[in-house]
């Protein structure tokens, strides 16, 4: 046998046999897997907790020293956004489920009560915890049946972002939005602390116009993507004060596609993935950060210009809706007098997309039933032809709360992009503002 292979196999012996400690966060061991209780000799906890946009934490209790969650997998009505509604199955009541937020260390026991009509169990993705409670039907436990409450019940010996879903009939599942995220905080932490934390998970749905339940056989024409199950205009905004370091956590359990999370007018640095902490050394700005499926990503920045910045997928049909998907390409076609014609048969007819997406949001047309109007909403100075994937990072400098939403921001004068006018043509270019054709 090759050395590093021996290696490699005597580190896993090792491992099975409990004679070497896997890692753990901060190179910390956690080896006690019974007594529940809060772990002995760890420092004080000090972190922010998570805001959820569209969402929500799972509430807890303390019981003889243990965090007790109750997680119900059920059937919800879930509203992607306004206009478009769809019965999906998430955890207490919402899609997706709360956020499992604890701390390193913490002893936890969550409750996972069946209320679907099929066996379900759930998986701790990411969380190092004893074989018997990873949540792996027929392979590390017995499926939870309707009607059954199984007990989970393990410590969390790292800190990090993590995911939980459904890991029975996964492809039927979690297509329907089993799945919620999970932070675990540093008992001990390092470097600055963030004054907005902020949690976000992304999926992809298939929902036809005009159906009411999400298709779970789908394996390419996603046409509804959400942040926290949300589509833009649904989507909450990130509220946050000028100078605030913030940090975001984004999981993506879509069932097929990776996801480049653009922010405007800021660079971020990766500071953790779900594997750990990215050491400060290897870090570097950037603008865009993949998140792959099945997988985590946190990043950070401080707010220091205030503004409206958009973030969204840059995947240009991750941010359209269901109107953007199985439309004939017009573009450049002259439809004439047919709409004229049409009309007189369909009076709501229009052609659509002669023009790209661009104009489809103002048209005013009838629209199929339970189906998202084309694509984005409302904004200030006009309609932002954006949907799916996308919301609003809002930098205020005198903000009252976080808990309200600001409004648009008012640019100081002479800041925002407006027609030129001819005499700056002139005056710059040399040349007469042409009329338009």
């Not at 490699?8 to 400690?21: E, F, H, N, Q, R």
Request: proline share 8%; with cysteine.
């Amino acid at each position: 046998m090759k050395p590093y292979l021996m290696a490699g196999s005597l580190a896993l012996v090792a491992l099975a046999t409990g004679i070497l400690a896997a890692p753990a966060g901060e190179g910390k061991s956690y080896p006690d897997w019974v007594g529940p209780g809060p772990q002995p000799g760890l420092p004080g906890k000090d972190y922010t907790p998570v805001t959820v946009p569209n969402g929500s934490a799972l509430p807890f209790k303390i019981v003889d020293g243990v965090k007790v969650f109750h997680l119900v997998s059920e059937e919800v009505e879930h509203e992607f956004a306004p206009g478009l509604k769809a019965k999906c199955w998430g955890f207490n009541g919402q899609v997706h489920g709360p956020v499992i937020e604890a701390v390193e260390g913490d002893w936890v026991r969550i409750y996972v009560t069946n209320r679907l009509p099929e066996p379900t169990a759930v998986h701790w993705h990411g969380v190092f915890l004893p074989n018997g409670m990873d949540g792996v039907a027929g392979l590390t436990q017995k499926a939870i049946q309707p009607g059954e409450t199984f007990k989970y019940e393990f410590r969390f010996r790292q800190h990090g972002t993590f995911m939980y879903h459904a890991h029975h009939d996964e492809m039927t599942q979690m297509a329907l939005g089993s799945m919620g995220m999970i932070v675990v905080h540093p008992r001990d932490p390092k470097g600055p602390k963030a004054d907005r934390d902020f949690v976000y998970m992304l999926n992809e749905w298939k929902v036809k116009a005009g159906t009411s339940r999400p298709d779970p056989n789908e394996m390419t024409e996603f046409n509804v993507l959400t942040l926290n199950a949300r589509s833009f205009p649904g989507t909450a905004p990130m509220v946050v004060k000028k100078g605030d370091r913030v940090r975001i956590r984004i999981g993506n359990l879509s069932a097929m596609e990776h996801h480049p999370i653009h922010l405007h007018g800021y660079a971020f640095k990766i500071v953790a993935t779900d594997g750990g902490d990215v050491a400060e050394s290897a870090q570097q700005p950037e603008t865009t950060v993949l998140v792959p499926v099945g997988s985590t990503r946190d990043v950070e920045f401080v707010a220091d210009v205030p503004g409206d910045w958009a973030i969204h997928c840059h995947m240009s049909h991750h941010v359209m809706t269901q109107m953007g998907h199985g439309i004939p390409n017009m573009i450049g076609v002259k439809p004439g007098n047919l709409d004229e014609k049409a009309r007189k048969l369909l009076p709501d007819y229009m052609t659509m997309g002669q023009d790209g997406m661009g104009d489809m949001g103002n048209m005013g047309m009838a629209v199929p039933k339970n189906s998202l109007p084309m694509v984005g909403g409302q904004g200030q100075f006009d309609y932002i032809t954006m949907g799916g994937m996308f919301t609003v990072l809002k930098v205020r400098e005198n903000l009252k709360s976080y808990d309200e939403d600001p409004g648009w921001y008012q640019n100081p004068k002479g800041t925002v992009a407006s027609p030129a006018s001819p005499e700056e043509l002139k005056h710059d270019l040399g040349e007469e503002k042409k009329s338009e054709p």
